[in-house]
């Protein structure tokens, strides 16, 4: 049985997060997004609880998938949960640069081996730092993200 996790701090969960975590479910047995504390991210938008329960409701379709929460190392979570394999999602080449640099990283200090998988073009482009900012101004971002994100932006806007 293979287990893989998908860690990042989805704030909030969108489109190409969804596709990702849905590829990886059609090729995994068990898919485990971990939404992380991002240190680099000082003031995130949504609360833990919500930003787990808007991706439980993202991904309510995909019978594979289980989310936890968790503010350490990847490294940390994948040995505590067994898992096989870290995923991670590439929409460009600055993407993949940063990402190919944490997976030597995760690799060399615990031979953990990291899965890239391609958006696909039409959400190549998505990046929650844009949702955040489109929406603080009341833009509308309801076709980038799943229905359950959009209501919870849509109630913070002023």
Do not use: C
């Not at 938008?45 to 439980?56: A, P, Q, V, Y």
């Not at 030597?104 to 998988?117: K, V």
């Not at 391609?118 to 955040?132: L, N, Q, W």
């Amino acid at each position: 049985m293979s287990k893989v996790l998908y860690p990042g701090s989805f704030d909030p969960v969108h489109n190409g997060h969804i596709e990702i975590i849905s590829t990886a479910s059609r090729l995994f047995d068990d898919v485990i997004v971990a939404a992380m504390l991002n240190p680099g991210k000082a003031n995130p938008l949504f609360t833990d609880d919500e930003r787990s329960e808007m991706i439980k409701e993202g991904t309510s379709h995909l019978g594979n998938v289980s989310v936890v929460m968790f503010g350490g190392l990847v490294i940390d979570i994948a040995a505590e949960l067994e898992i096989d394999l870290i995923v991670k999602g590439l929409r460009g080449v600055a993407d993949f640069e940063a990402e190919l640099q944490m997976a030597q990283m995760n690799r060399s200090m615990t031979g953990i081996e990291t899965l890239f998988i391609p958006s696909t073009s039409e959400d190549s482009y998505i990046a929650s730092k844009y949702i955040r900012e489109i929406s603080k101004f009341g833009g509308n971002v309801s076709h980038l993200v799943p229905a359950g994100v959009d209501r919870r932006l849509q109630e913070r806007q002023p």
